[in-house]
């Protein structure tokens, strides 16, 4: 497949603990160089190691209100006091290289993408059940009791948003493989095929 010209970004969406990352990582293997990330803002300090215009570019709270208030983001949301957020020249970058962009967000992110000029690919996964997402965020041993209990509460209601009214396709991460394979397909058909860009 050759590399695309100005190529439509892709947008996964699903609750923590669906599947997001072990998909993405399959298919950044599958598929390397087709696909990239945007670099995010963030105001927090970075850590030890992070290397600014690399990991994140780090600005100030004055800064990035500005850029938000001018529209210079498509999508930006706060956690644990800190602001994040993708601003369109992050994702014209990867574009210019003829990669596709790929954004991993949440419902509240892909609301405010839909109200962009972005006009990227929406797919969603969906863990198979709620019961199977909390074994699996549980045996993934990442979380304390609270984020626990906090992301199974949220999951059910961006469930409710994960239909094919909102997204392009959906995928149930049942089987990873089956998932993935359905994902491939998907990527392969519509999202790197020149036609549909
Ligand atoms: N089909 C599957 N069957 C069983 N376990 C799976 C499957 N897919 C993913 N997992 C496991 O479920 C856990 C959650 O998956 P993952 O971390 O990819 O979710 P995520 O959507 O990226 O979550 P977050 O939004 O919190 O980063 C991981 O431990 C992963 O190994």
Request: glycine share 6%; with cysteine; net charge neutral.
């Amino acid at each position: 497949m050759s590399v695309l010209q100005n190529p439509r970004p892709l947008v996964l969406c699903g609750p923590s603990g669906s599947g997001k990352s072990t998909l993405l990582k399959k298919m950044m293997e599958d598929f390397p160089n087709r696909f990239g990330f945007s670099i995010s803002h963030t105001t927090r300090k970075p850590r030890p190691g992070e290397i600014d215009n690399q990991h994140y570019h780090f600005t100030n709270l004055d800064d990035m209100r500005r850029a938000i208030d001018e529209g210079k983001f498509i999508e930006s949301a706060t956690f644990c006091g800190n602001l994040y957020g993708t601003s369109k020249a992050a994702v014209d970058s990867v574009k210019r290289q003829g990669k596709v962009c790929v954004l991993d967000i949440d419902v509240q992110g892909v609301k405010q993408v839909k109200n962009t000029e972005l006009n990227p690919w929406y797919i969603f996964i969906k863990p198979p059940s709620l019961d199977e997402l909390k074994t699996r965020l549980t045996a993934r041993k990442t979380e304390s009791e609270e984020s626990l209990q906090h992301r199974l509460k949220v999951a059910g209601q961006e469930l409710e948003y994960g239909t094919e009214e909102n997204f392009d396709f959906i995928v149930i991460n049942d089987n990873l493989e089956s998932a993935y394979a359905q994902l491939k397909a998907f990527l392969e058909n519509q999202v790197l095929k020149p036609n549909e860009n």
